[in-house]
């Protein structure tokens, strides 16, 4: 990069760079301003080549449950949140529990539905908590736990998850967003939140970028994503893999490579209290 400014030409040790592509500098705000109409159209091109550079990173949360110390599973259903601490355990932990109490402050597991909500607000109101917003805007959207079902107000939860960096939150929205839930109709802040999402590393968000180009015949994003998801163990989007090599639109050496991947990533969270819970937890849906 030069040392000079791009509109003036002086040089000085204290130039700032363009925010959005880096690729050059200016000596304050109106140099920039003035610079802007010859430098807009290579100034998009960078930044749109730098976002897809990030967009497309190998990215996983490298978060453990704090009990085993294993790395805890891409699907959400797969943890469990306690309402009393914020703590985020693998369903093995929770199942193999023998008190009925948190293994953190050791208090005692919520016994109604209006326990939990007393709960989530508590997190909410004193430690701004985006984990138990996330988790209120399901039960409004969903009404469960005695609540109506109120999408603008699980919407809202979402939007102040969201501005805290919640990589949950922005799935949700972008699930709302995508289908209509509580706001009107807009892919394109669907995409946006979702793009958000899978930077942070959730792999729901990741899979679902990458079904919205195929669907757009993006073909070439769309295995990427998917690759990438798979890789991290995210199964449904191994199926969309194995269904693009079918297709020709995957080549057998990125296809095996997934495979690998996804199985080492399956026995990276893999345990046999999980395995156990996981039973459990299926007859308890019989």
Same mark, same amino acid.
């Given at each position: 990069?030069?040392?000079?400014?791009?509109?003036?030409?002086?040089?000085?040790?204290? %130039?700032?760079?363009?925010?959005?592509?880096? %690729?050059? !500098?200016?000596?304050?705000?109106?140099?920039?301003?003035?610079?802007?109409?010859?430098?807009?159209?290579?100034? $998009?091109?960078?930044?749109?080549?730098?976002?897809?550079? +990030?967009?497309?990173?190998?990215?996983? $949360?490298?978060?453990? /449950?704090?009990?085993?110390?294993?790395?805890?599973?891409?699907?959400?259903?797969?943890?469990?949140?306690?309402?009393?601490?914020?703590?985020?355990?693998?369903?093995?932990? =929770?199942?193999?529990?023998? =008190? *009925?109490?948190?293994?953190?402050?050791?208090?005692?597991?919520?016994?109604?539905?209006?326990?939990?909500?007393?709960?989530?607000?508590? !997190?909410?109101?004193?430690?701004? #908590?985006?984990?138990?917003?996330?988790?209120?805007?399901?039960?409004?959207?969903?009404?469960?736990?005695?609540?109506?079902?109120?999408?603008?107000?699980?919407?809202?939860?979402?939007?102040?998850? /969201?501005?805290?960096?919640?990589?949950?939150?922005?799935?949700?929205?972008?699930?709302?967003? #995508?289908?209509?839930?509580?706001?009107?109709?807009?892919?394109?802040?669907?995409?946006?939140?979702?793009?958000?999402?899978?930077?942070?590393?959730?792999?729901?968000? !990741?899979?679902?970028?990458?079904?919205?180009?195929?669907? #757009?015949?993006?073909?070439?994003?769309?295995?990427?994503?998917?690759?990438?998801?798979?890789?991290?163990?995210?199964? %449904?989007?191994? *199926?969309?893999?194995? +269904?693009?090599?079918?297709?020709?639109?995957?080549?057998?050496? #990125?296809?095996?490579?997934?495979?690998?991947?996804?199985?080492?990533? /399956?026995?990276?969270?893999?345990?046999?209290?999980?395995? $156990?819970?996981?039973?459990?937890?299926?007859?308890?849906?019989?």
């Amino acid at each position: 990069m030069s040392n000079q400014c791009a509109s003036c030409g002086k040089a000085a040790a204290n %130039l700032k760079a363009c925010k959005a592509c880096k %690729l050059v !500098r200016y000596c304050g705000v109106e140099c920039q301003v003035a610079h802007r109409p010859a430098h807009k159209k290579a100034c $998009r091109e960078k930044a749109r080549e730098l976002f897809h550079v +990030q967009l497309f990173a190998q990215t996983k $949360r490298e978060e453990e /449950c704090p009990i085993c110390m294993i790395p805890l599973p891409c699907y959400a259903e797969e943890c469990t949140y306690m309402v009393c601490c914020g703590k985020q355990i693998c369903i093995g932990c =929770r199942y193999c529990l023998t =008190r *009925n109490c948190c293994p953190f402050c050791n208090t005692a597991d919520p016994t109604s539905p209006e326990e939990v909500m007393m709960r989530l607000s508590e !997190r909410i109101e004193k430690y701004n #908590d985006p984990e138990a917003m996330v988790l209120l805007a399901i039960y409004h959207s969903e009404g469960r736990n005695g609540l109506p079902v109120d999408k603008s107000k699980a919407f809202e939860l979402l939007q102040r998850a /969201c501005e805290l960096g919640c990589a949950e939150a922005h799935f949700h929205l972008g699930l709302s967003y #995508d289908e209509g839930v509580g706001v009107e109709l807009d892919k394109k802040k669907a995409i946006h939140n979702y793009q958000i999402a899978a930077m942070m590393g959730h792999m729901g968000a !990741r899979h679902n970028l990458g079904s919205a180009e195929y669907n #757009d015949r993006n073909y070439e994003c769309a295995t990427k994503h998917f690759m990438i998801a798979a890789k991290c163990g995210y199964q %449904l989007s191994l *199926n969309e893999v194995k +269904q693009c090599f079918k297709e020709g639109l995957v080549t057998k050496e #990125d296809f095996e490579r997934t495979l690998r991947d996804y199985q080492a990533s /399956c026995d990276e969270t893999k345990s046999e209290q999980r395995d $156990r819970a996981a039973v459990i937890k299926a007859r308890e849906r019989e």
